[in-house]
RNA sequence: GGGCUUGUAGCUCAGGUGGUUAGAGCGCUACACUGAUAAUGUAGAGGUCCGUGGUUCGAGUCCACGCAGGCCCA
């Protein structure tokens, strides 16, 4: 066959006719085809949204997921790989209030639910032109045509499935957490509207620090110990700007690495001697340096400068169970409460390192509590409920006596109300909530510390007025219920890197809290929940025919109005004629009737988007309603990858769901992908203009470059730092190489006609060849081994060493000659077959990860045009093949070749001059064989004539001994530096004695020594030049004798000619003339010499030396000038 | 503030289980080579292995505490 040859490669042009062929061939069903029946192995793509463009840590992210799929469809299993698209949530409506230049407010006003959630579904498929057109130029193999998409009603029917199976088991519940909440406005907000610009402002309000009474028990009696009088009473400080909340109270959280002090002083409000703890680190907030272990003898009542003093410290861990006196005891929690707990928030920023913890107005409060099982404060309304002591409008309720109805909030209150409360308290000035706990607990002598402070506090957007942290109902998966499974079944799974499955994904089960599911949106998956007005009956739905059955069901009731039967009939209609649509509005529009026959309506929630994407697994098929078994052969996926920020999102719910559905882990091995960062580091945004484009860099780099790049650059979970630079340069470095190598076999090979059989024949194989051939092997097992592991960086990092170190520069720089020969000969044939066996076996090797050009490189070595290396199997090691003692050898011939280079070098003597010979002392047989296997390739290597190895026996030997410290180091320990000293000061006699018996006795002491335990090394040979490369030693002979000298000459005008010839333009295979003007007469009679040798190098047919020559032309030869003239023949 | 992670030459990165002289590529300097040439070879300059303490005969490697960057969470 002919081979095709390449100037000036262009790998984007590469990547362009590879994927015509793909896509004329339909290679990539072939890929699946063509596996029909083998082991499958199941891939789960993570939905990316269409509502925003791909940029180029999608290349990366994809790349990741390409290779690993391609790698196991060479392995031969069938690798199926559906595509996704994620549609519901925040973003995309967020995209259409944008475009529509709407707020939330406007939805049901300005334009009605149908229309907008419309809108969101043609936005976010906005951007899917872009994505699969990313998809095909990168190389990424994923099914494009039947994707599955989160917004599509079968996608939706079975998560409805999921959630009522979740349902069935308990799982599925409503409860509450605390949101921010607008009494106001008399709605929750979510943090997006929190984070809108002027929300937060400054505010200046009461805060506290209050003194919680210690109780005396046993876990806190190593404080009163501590105290010097028995009748002291011991307290703890803690801080809070909302002194409303502290009847609230239930828990003093505390840090458990933070140092407390327990501090001896005085109330400053009723002057009462005091014991108080709070950290260290805030003393100096609370306390004046001048007090300082203060004379408590002379202290009087209103004295400014209070004396204190530390009676002890200690870490908050210890104080973790003390139990104290309820501070504002007007309403008494359920079960036991009131002590210290753990919390990872606390800080010693301001406050006093201890934060009150009242569980229904903090969202950490509420989940520190709810872990340590403190209870919350909670009275029942009229209806029964429960609710905390403030309602929703923000007024105390009844149970806190003292101040019933009131607004917590000063905000709250208009000027009027104000006034009719100033009145009330009888005041020339209104107080608030806040001041009047104040002053209460004052005089009460359970405040230490009243102050007006300014802080940033939210604000509802809406009223303006403060935001309150407040228990809202939400619906919630009991995912603490199974938290041990999740945590068995993670340690089963393969976490690339293992931190991220132990670190980040284990901690975050070990500190689980409940899912909370709600989300009060528009654009989403509808919770399928129908409940009675009061709650009592409820049904959770769990397919379109059961919601079609309760909805007729509904209809045989005369409970329904005759509105609710017309919208229930429409919505029977729609279904039945397959025009439905699950979301909202539609779904709010249907009615059921409970068994009890009470009118039930939906939950008017939407499902948090992760649930969506977490029940791909099984909605991607529609399962159960259609797809059973393809559903059963591809679960659970035995391979993910995404963003390490994905733990929490992605990868945590399919392994909820999974776990509470199925029983199962959802994924076997996952890769957790670290960022693409700009080259400086910094995170590549749109706004800085520091990002990169993808689209761009594809089409001028090419595909297989950048993705060479971004998976041999860094690890896949490290951070890469995307640099533009580092593709051109493995361009140049890795993807130049190989393609020189290719072409330099195409170019011989077309000369000599030859078409390798793909049989490698040992018996007519040179050791160059064997070497080669024993270091693919090893290349393969470790590229196979590196794939099979999920590490593609060591794998394209090893590919590349071979290729450009192993294969390119020594195999085919030593092997050229053997391509020059005139005929093709058993040794050229071999050549040929080892360096295409070694270029085709690479672009298997490569071609996951560089796809198009592995599939280049294999087809231009391929005559069936229509073979493909993704539809081949993966290369198997030939362990009869690997060589050790050879690659040892070669080993040797490289550090002996470098050592020679150096010493000519350094004597300014080129290569092209011969020298007669290398001396190179040997310690061992076993060198000198494998030196000796390789001599002639070192000869041709450095151009010498030959090599002696010098032993003991030549008398000339010096020799060096350096003590072995990893086997020296357990025998003598301590003692190792003696023995060192003893070693480096052995003398030639001393060497030889322990060489030949094994055993030495360092003079003066009692330390034996064998062999094993020193590394003997030559020194430098007296009388010659010579270098030395650890255990290597190199002398060289430099005198040139005058047939070297001709030689030499000879050589340089080898070298001459072939300039001529090449600068003349003339075709390899051209034979040409020469004629040499006699100038110098010691170059003419190296010339005449070496006639033969260079008439067969440069192919002349004819080489005269003659006196005169008239166009002949000027050749720069050491001093001289000489004339020649070639031509063609 | 918490969890995880990274820190080695100007840049990008290697450096099983501790072993005394810490490597590679790119870049830089000089020289050489030139029928694979957007290459290649040789030599050179370039290091507080983030810091401090500890364990050890011996620490880039193990331990503790910090510092700086990143991600996630609060």
Known sequence: MNFKEYKNLDYAQVADEILKFWQDENVFQKSIETREGNPTFTFYEGPPSANGTPGIHHVMARAIKDIFCRYQTLKGKQVKRKGGWDTHGLPVELQVEKELGITKEDIGKKITVEEYNQKCRETVMKFTDQWNDLTEKMGYWVDLENPYITYENNYIESVWHLLQQLYKKGLLYKGYTIQPYSPAAGTGLSSHELNQPGCYREVKDTSMTAQFKVKHTGKSAFLFDDLQSDAAELFILAWTTTPWTLPSNTALTVGKNIEYALVKTY?????????????????????????????????????????????????????????????????QPESAAFRVIIGDFVTTEDGTG???????????????????GIPAILVKDESGKEMPLVDRRGRFVAEVTDFALEYVKEAYLT????????????????????????????????????????HPYPHC???????????????????????????????????????????????????????????????????????????????????????????????????????????????????????????????????????????????????????????????????????????????????????????????????????????????KNVVSTGLVLDKNGNKMS????????????????????????????????????????????????????????????????????????GNIDLSIATELDKWILSKLQTLIKEVDESYETYEPTKAGRAIQDFVCDHLSNWYVRLGRRRFWQGEVTPDKQSAYETLAYCLKTVAQLMSPVAPFYGDWLFRNLTEDTNQSVHLTDFPKAQEAWINLDLETSMDLAQRICSLVHSIRKTNRIKVRQPLSKILIPILSEKTREQIRSVEDLIKTEVNIKAIEYLDDASGVLSKKVKPNFKALGPKFGKEMKAVADGIL????????????????????????????????????????????????????????????????IARDFVNRIQNLRKDSGFEVTDKISIQLLDTDAEVSEGVREFKDFISQEVQALSLEIVSELSDGQEIEFEELTLVAKIAVV
């Open 415 to 454: 000027d009027e109300e104000k006034e009719v409360e100033r009145e009330k308290q009888n005041r020339d000035k209104y107080l608030s909530v806040d001041e009047r706990i104040s002053i209460k607990l004052k005089t009460e002598n359970r405040a230490f510390n009243v102050q007006k402070f300014d």
């Open 985 to 1048: 000061a052995m003398t030639n006699e001393a060497i030889a004695q322990l060489e030949q018996t094994d055993s030495y006795l360092i003079p003066d002491t009692s330390y034996q020594i064998t062999k094993a335990e020193v590394e003997i090394l030559t020194e430098d040979l007296p009388g010659y030049l010579s270098a030395k490369d650890n255990d290597i030693t190199v002398a060289l002979d430099i005198t040139i004798t005058p047939e070297l000298k001709q030689e030499g």
């Open 354 to 372: 201890v934060v009150h913890t009242a569980p229904t107005f903090g969202a950490d409060d509420f989940r520190v509590a709810a872990q340590n």
């Open 686 to 757: 749109k706004r800085l203009g520091n990002a990169i484009d993808p689209f761009d860099t594809l089409k001028k780099y090419g595909a297989d470059p950048t993705r060479w790049y971004m998976i041999t650059n860094a690890q896949p979970w490290d951070n890469l730092k995307f640099d533009l630079a580092g593709i051109t340069e493995v361009r140049n470095k890795f993807f130049g190489t190989l393609t020189n190598t290719y072409n330099f076999f195409a170019l011989y090979a077309n000369l000599d006609g030859y078409t390798p059989t």
């Open 461 to 667: 957007w809406r009223t303006d007025k403060p935001v309150l942290y407040y228990p809202l109902d939400s619906w919630f998966i009991r995912t603490t219920a199974v938290k041990d499974k999740l945590i068995a079944l993670n340690n089963t799974i393969n976490w690339k890197p293992e931190s991220t499955g132990t670190g980040r994904f284990g901690n975050w089960l070990e500190n689980l809290v409940d899912w909370n599911l709600s989300r009060s949106r528009y654009w989403g998956t509808p919770l399928p929940i129908w409940r009675t007005e009061n709650g009592d009956e409820e049904i959770c739905i769990g397919s379109v025919e059961e919601l079609v059955n309760a909805v007729k069901h509904a209809l045989k009731d005369d409970v329904l109005s005759a509105e609710q039967r017309t919208k229930n009939e429409a919505f029977i209609a729609k279904v039945e004629s397959g025009n439905h649509d699950l979301h909202r509005p539609y779904v709010d529009e249907v009615y059921m009737v409970s068994a009890s026959g009470q009118l039930m309506t939906r939950e008017l929630d939407l499902i948090d988007v992760w649930f969506d994407s977490g029940a791909m697994p099984f909605a991607q098929w529609h399962y159960p309603f259609e797809n059973q078994e393809v559903f059963h052969q591809s679960y659970p996926a035995d391979f993910i990858s995404e963003g390490v920020d994905q733990t929490r999102g992605w990868f945590f719910t399919l392994h909820a769901i999974s776990t509470m559905v199925a029983d199962s882990v959802a994924f």
């Open 267 to 331: 109330n400053p409000y009723t002057f009462l001697p005091v014991n108080v703890i709070l950290a260290k680190d805030l003393i100096g907030k609370y306390f004046n340096e001048k007090g300082k272990d203060g004379d408590f003898a002379t202290y009087k009542d209103g004295d400014k400068i209070i004396p204190w003093t530390i009676l002890s410290t200690c870490k908050g861990s210890h104080l973790e169970g003390i139990e104290y006196e309820q501070l504002m005891p007007y309403v």
